[in-house]
């Protein structure tokens, strides 16, 4: 049995699967501020899930930069608990033999270029509007394996001595205009309650600046927008400009989960 397990800020989502294409059983819980609480929570799931089962791998995506070789989060702005500190503050010792640590928008660029909405595009480049904004370029070789970038984009600069975001110090970054928590805090209305064009099509400004700063390194040939906000898409993406189209994620809240058993996949074959 395999495990993949996303955390993001807000939630996380434990899902299991056998081939690791097909998911068994996903499990959905609101994400503990308490390591102790929330290491507690993803062991207790991650053994629900595996019933008994021989555990054969576990993909774990965190909202963060990781550094694998030390065994460390190394920042986590919405999580700022854990950064620093080693897998092991949520991940019990037992299965770090056999687990692959990653940042979750990554993960979730993966599951999108692979499986959803970037499927029949070689260069995908993906963004996710939650309680952050996060992403990575996935690059498609022709023998089915692929590469993938982060490069936290969530931090690239598109308004120069702008707002800040609360989870961290870049001026006028991406996250700053373009995540759920800066869109409350830029009009006072929470995504999910707002139907004012006009808000939309400024929010769809920001996201404009975004795409297409990043276009410039990234040159992907489709952009795919994931995370809470994907929700909201119908609302602001007649206002979306960029170089080459712009779509929302097929996977959705699945997303993470998907990419961690097609980057287990990968992982398992190489060795």
Not at 76 to 83: A, D, F, L, M, T
Not at 133 to 152: C, N, Q, R, W
Not at 175 to 200: M, R
Not at 240 to 254: E, F, G, I
């Amino acid at each position: 049995m395999y495990i993949s397990v996303d955390m993001g800020a807000t939630k996380t989502r434990i899902a299991s699967s056998e081939n690791l294409t097909t998911l068994v059983k996903v499990k959905r819980f609101y994400t503990n501020k308490n390591p102790i609480t929330q290491k507690q929570i993803i062991s207790s799931g991650i053994d629900e899930l595996t019933s008994g089962k021989n555990l054969d791998f576990i993909c774990f995506g965190v909202p963060g930069v990781v550094d694998r070789q030390a065994g460390n989060f190394v920042k986590v702005p919405n999580y700022k608990e854990i950064g620093g500190k080693p897998f092991t503050t949520l991940l019990d010792q037992k299965y770090l033999g056999n687990a692959f640590v990653e940042n979750d928008a990554a993960l979730g660029a993966i599951g999108e270029a692979v499986l959803g909405a970037g499927k029949d595009f070689k260069r995908v480049g993906y963004l996710t509007f939650g309680t952050g904004t996060g992403g990575a370029l996935v690059v498609k070789k022709d023998d089915g394996d692929f590469g993938y970038e982060s490069g936290e984009p969530g931090h690239t600069i598109i308004i120069p001595g702008g707002r800040a975001a609360p989870s961290c110090n870049h001026a006028g970054c991406m996250e700053a205009y373009t995540s759920g928590h800066s869109f409350e805090a830029l009009f006072n209305i929470k995504p999910q309650n707002c139907s004012d064009k006009d808000v939309w099509a400024k929010y769809a400004e920001y996201v404009n600046l975004g795409l297409n700063t990043l276009y410039v390194t990234w040159k992907c040939d489709v952009f795919i927008i994931g995370g809470s906000m994907a929700l909201e898409y119908d609302l602001f993406s007649e206002f979306l400009k960029a170089p080459v189209p712009v779509v929302r994620s097929l996977t959705l809240d699945d997303a993470g989960v998907y990419g961690g058993f097609t980057l287990t996949k990968q992982i398992l074959a190489l060795k």
